[in-house]
């Protein structure tokens, strides 16, 4: 594993189902971050983590919850999918929590179809 | 809340220089960021600036003005390989990183 890596890849799921995106680092950064992305509208944050143990909501965290058990895992969990949660995932990380560090590293991302 | 706003789209030709333009109203600035994203894959860093003043890094560079909420990434000598979005980023008070909607620049021969 080198930077993030999510998983799976895509995936179509059913109204209703319950669904984790999983979020795996390997660089031992201390804060990770779940955005969604949809045409038009960018990169939105769903819920965040400055350190292992704790979380956050950001902007849209309606549907959506997370955990950080340790500092290189960082799922996120649909309870029960609807279809305007269909969008691209994206995991990402950093080093600093008080600063912009060096930015952000994402994953290659999870796209994401409730039909 | 926060309102980062950049062009939809641009075009250009190859060779060409692109400016892309961003305007933002945050909760306090701890810095802009500028990222790379090509279609289907991840958003990529690319410059990032905290003072007033330009950024150079290759063909790439990036303006901030604090007092004005505006930056600017200019793309220089452009190839077909710099067919993207560009996405303008606001670290603000609580160092969460907001995000504008991105700038799809088209590279034409």
């Known amino acids: 594993i080198a930077g993030i890596t999510q998983a799976p890849t895509s995936q179509i799921l059913a109204a209703g189902r319950r669904m984790t995106l999983r979020c795996t680092q390997d660089?031992?950064?201390?804060?990770m971050y779940w955005y969604r992305q949809d045409l038009g509208l960018g990169l939105r944050l769903i819920h965040y983590s400055n350190t292992a143990g704790t979380t956050g909501k950001g902007e849209v965290p309606d549907g959506y919850s997370v955990s950080r058990a340790n500092t290189d895992d960082f799922p996120l969990t649909l309870a029960s999918a609807v279809p305007s949660q269909t969008s691209v995932y994206f995991c990402a990380s950093s080093d600093s929590i008080d600063g912009p560090g060096d930015g952000y590293t994402f994953g290659s991302g999870t796209r994401l179809t409730v039909v | 809340g926060q309102n980062i706003d950049q062009p939809t789209e641009m075009t250009a030709t190859e060779g060409a220089i692109v400016q892309i333009n961003c305007t933002y109203q945050?909760?306090?600035?701890?810095?802009l960021f500028w990222y790379q994203q090509h279609a289907g894959e991840a958003p990529t860093f690319l410059s990032y600036?905290?003072?007033?003043g330009l950024e150079e890094k290759g063909r790439f560079s990036s303006f901030l003005s604090r007092s004005k909420g505006y930056s600017y990434l200019l793309l220089k000598e452009l190839q077909m390989k710099d067919s993207a979005s560009y996405l303008c980023a606001v670290s603000s008070n609580d160092y969460k990183l907001s995000f504008g909607a991105g700038t799809t620049v088209t590279v034409r021969a």
């Open positions: 660089m031992r950064h201390n804060a």
């Open positions: 600036n905290v003072l007033d």
């Open positions: 945050t909760s306090g600035f701890n810095g």
